[in-house]
């Protein structure tokens, strides 16, 4: 099949080093290696990581002075936006919103690809991908991984609410399908949608299970780099270091645990605006010649940096919609490696309590520290918890996710037909 994938978050680039970037590159890497061909039209290609095998179309958005302006004289918005930012960046991703569809057109019909349907990363401020699907007569299955009106007021600012939240509910409602990371994501979208969502599935994010399987070779070599003994039990988080993930606790049980259990050593992979603050931590700390804090790492290397840790630590800061799926978690299962998190949303599902790893209660400190303490005291229950954790896994690949979502696709177009 013809797939056009369609990625107009302009804070997802394509070849970046977030999890949302790695889902969209995994996802069609996965397609293409089951005979799909793929082609990607995003706001931003980006750079840092290998690309995948699919054509690129970067149609990169207009912020310029003149086509905010424009889009505030439509929009009928009195007065100046010049002291703004937030109103600026919306108006600016209205008005690429509105030039996409007929340049994404235009690029079809250079490369003469005909898709037989869309798959789109659900954006805020979009309704680009609905026209496409209407102007293209095919299927368009929309992937909801957050409810982004809801992230976007919470952590970065929402001036135009009404407006971003009505365009969220009909980019719901008009498609013919919708894939949902999590069940609360799912719970969300059938609770906005306008007309009411068709055929809203969970399906949560899949694995390179080969890749992260054949990890286990190079954690020695990544250890020895920063002299730590083979005794060592290594506490790991993998992710961005933002304020909702909770590295402030893991810090602070590490340096707890490190007084007691001299063998213990923590590594952070990934950057984040809480990086910084973490690196002054462990300068200033006894217990800081044990910190590995290495910042950005390509994509291609985090299973051999997963299989460094002994033990992965996912210690999320309670949230009262905890609607993650998280991919992070994913791997870490995949690579065969038990998993510290809270109870909450999804973690309770994707990890088994005393099997594959270990929950404790949201935001309890001291509990998170006895789950912790438990596994960096028993090598042997973090071996066979690791066992179970890849077997818990299998099955869970991304090609899996790719046939699930073009048999929605095939059944959309058979519906039609009928």
Known sequence: MKILYLNFDRGIPVL???????HVREFVRAAADLGHEVLIACTRRGEGNVPPPAGIAEFPSDDTPQAIEAQRRW???????????????????????????????????????????????????????????????????????????????????LVLET????????????????????????SYVRSVATPPARNVQVIANGVDLGRFAAAEASR???????????????????????????????????????????????????????????????????????????G????ADIPAWTAAIDVVVAPYHAAGNFYFSPLKVVEALACGRPVVAPRVGQLGDLIAHGTTGLLYAPDDTEDCRRAIARLVEDPALRIAMGRAARAS????????????????????TVEAAA
């Open 16 to 22: 970046g080093d977030k999890g949302a970037s790695v």
């Open 75 to 157: 929009l009928g918005i009195d007065g100046s936006v010049d002291g703004e930012p937030v109103l600026r960046r919306e108006l600016a991703r209205l008005a690429h919103d509105q030039s996409l569809a007929a340049l994404v057109l235009g690029s079809l019909a250079a490369r003469d690809f005909r898709p037989d349907f869309i798959y789109e990363r659900h954006a805020l401020f979009s309704s680009a991908g609905a026209e496409l699907a209407a102007r293209l007569e095919c299927p368009r299955i929309l992937e909801v991984n957050a409810p982004l009106a809801d992230e976007q007021k919470a952590y970065r600012g």
């Open 163 to 186: 407006l971003a939240r009505r365009m969220e509910s009909e980019s719901f409602g008009a498609a013919d399908a919708v894939v949902a990371v999590s069940e609360r994501v799912a």
């Open 220 to 294: 020695d070599r990544i250890r020895s780099g920063f002299g730590w003994d083979a005794d060592a039990c290594v506490l790991g988080f993998v992710g961005s270091f933002k304020p909702w993930h909770g590295t402030d606790r893991l810090f602070d049980v590490y340096e707890s645990l490190a007084t007691t259990h001299p063998a213990v050593r923590l590594l952070g992979v990934g950057d984040g605006p809480e990086l910084a603050g973490l690196r002054a931590r462990a300068a200033a700390s006894p217990a800081g010649g044990g910190v590995a804090l290495v």
């Open 296 to 299: 950005r790492i390509p994509h």
């Open 393 to 412: 896994v299998a099955g869970r690949g991304w090609d899996q996710v790719v046939r699930t979502v073009t048999r929605s696709a095939a059944n959309v």
